[in-house]
């Protein structure tokens, strides 16, 4: 069982969703790594699952870039694209099964982009699907317009009525605010709004939506337009017909990158994120407003059945402990509890609240005995936010002692505060996978490499902080 796939020593990178005849089959791109041996080819590979913890692997064998599969008159279809470089080039392609276990390519559909319209070295990712209101077939993909600026991300759209030929659009989203593509666009309606999924690894390295009323138009902004952190990508969404579900990756921070992560470097943690990693699945929710939130994919939540009785340890501040619920009180600066050691598989849930004027509290995964160095998950109820913040304090030797940290903040999601409110959290462990789900509003992503074996704790800086029911599962 794993909460969180990934394919051996391979990586799983971008995920097409698909739901069939009764059980997820979704597809990934699967990135070797330099790996040998039997389960070491690259390429898309089809995953089976009918709880998203267990998972049978079949390859495609086919080559290329992330796309979208559709089931048509008993037909599968498999839309993908292909690269070239020197000049760069890219071009959308079509492959076709009746079983999705032997795929033939149409050599003779090869879609590049116009050059008219679209720039023909963006033009990947295509994602098709039936437009009712339209009797026609759309093919939406990660595109760039042709232009001056550098601000020419858009997503693209062509228009078929057979799913062999297509008719060149006006781009269906074409904000001009980043450079690139709006990249692994994804399509859905639920109730009565449309949303357009994209990823974007310019202006921001995250998964976004957009909302409308309407396939026209015009695509709604809302102030809260991600589902996760930058450590969640290229994620799209599928259905099983009751309920949507959002699959995405979280990457490594593996690979050593030129200039960045030299070979004597002193943290895994400081290292800069790869491309592919682990699976993550959020089950996505439709607010009363239209807006979307996301929570814990319901078998990934009950995965883990063995609870153990927390064991509470006041290192800082004052604090009162009893079997429901743990008061810290760090008025005069910070207080700290440590609770149970950290199982390499885990979750731990609860409910927090916080004081009025408190500035700052939250839960720390991997801290040493002293409460001085680990992974803090912190509250500021000031900013609405919350922080996560690894391990590594310092970095190289500047003759003294070393140079800190180059940002402040490492990852954040906002999320809105209100004293003596108690929020439910949900926080996951997998080996180095770090998976926080908040008020059953708010996902957060991170990894922990620096530090293993250690314990949880609680904490307050400046002000006081509850935590009720916290329960602690493994398998």
């Known amino acids: 069982m794993q909460l969180f796939y990934r394919p051996g020593k391979a990586v799983l990178g971008d995920m097409i969703p698909f739901y069939d005849e009764g059980k997820w089959k979704p597809f990934y791109l699967k990135n070797t790594r330099g790996n040998d041996g039997p389960d070491c080819e690259g390429g898309w590979h089809m995953l089976t699952t009918e709880d998203h913890v267990h998972f049978t692997e079949h390859p495609t064998h086919i080559k290329g870039g992330t796309g979208s599969v559709l089931k048509v008159d008993e037909v599968y279809h498999m839309f993908y694209c292909t690269f070239l470089d020197n000049p760069r080039r890219q071009f959308i392609r079509h492959a076709v099964s009746t079983d999705l276990d032997v ?43 042709l232009g001056k600026t550098e ?47 994209y990823s974007n690894y310019c202006d921001r390295f995250q998964t976004m939506y957009r909302m409308s009323r309407s396939l026209s138009g015009p695509w709604i902004r809302p102030e809260q337009d991600t589902f996760d952190s930058r450590a969640y990508y290229a994620a799209k969404t599928g259905t099983d017909g009751k309920h949507r579900y959002i699959h995405g990756w979280n990457p490594t921070k593996e690979l ?85 050691p950290v199982p390499r598989q885990c979750k731990l849930e609860g409910e927090l609240s916080f004081s009025p004027g408190t500035r700052r509290f939250g839960i720390a995964l991997q801290m040493d005995e002293n409460f001085d160095v680990g992974y803090y998950l912190t509250l500021e109820p000031g900013r609405n936010r919350l922080e996560y913040v690894s391990g590594i304090r310092f970095l190289g030797d500047d003759g003294q002692g070393g140079k800190m940290f180059p940002y402040a903040v490492e990852m954040e999601r906002p999320f809105q505060l209100q004293p ?56």
Not at 316 to 340: A, K, T, Y
């Open 256 to 340: 050593p990158k030129k200039n960045f992560n030299p070979a004597n470097r002193i943290s895994q943690d400081c290292c800069s994120w790869d491309w592919g990693g682990n699976l993550v699945v959020h089950r996505v929710l439709q607010n009363p407003d239209g807006t979307l939130r996301v929570v814990p994919e319901e078998h990934v939540d009950a995965a883990l059945k063995t609870e153990h009785r927390i064991e509470a340890e006041p290192v800082l501040g004052s604090c009162e402990i009893s079997p429901w619920e743990i008061r810290i009180n760090g008025d005069c600066g910070f207080g700290g509890v440590l609770l149970n």
């Open 420 to 475: 003596d409110t108690f929020y439910p959290f949900k926080i996951f462990v997998e080996d180095s996978v770090l998976v926080v789900y908040l008020g059953n509003e708010i996902a957060m992503n991170a990894r922990m490499y620096d530090h293993a074996g250690r314990r949880f704790g609680l904490f307050a800086i400046n002000g006081r902080a509850e935590f009720r029911n916290v329960k602690l599962y493994t398998e």
């Open 151 to 197: 601000r020419r991300a858009c997503v693209g759209l062509c228009v078929s009525q057979d799913l062999h030929h297509w008719e060149y659009r006006r781009p269906l989203y074409a904000p001009m605010a980043a450079a690139g593509a709006c990249e692994c666009p994804d399509l859905f309606r639920m109730g009565d709004w449309y949303y357009l999924v």
């Open 103 to 145: 795929w033939t390519p149409i050599e003779e559909e090869v879609l590049p982009a116009d050059g008219e319209i679209y720039d023909p070295a963006e033009w990947r990712d295509p994602f098709v699907f039936w437009n009712e209101e339209e009797g026609q077939w759309w093919m939406i993909m990660a595109s760039s317009v």
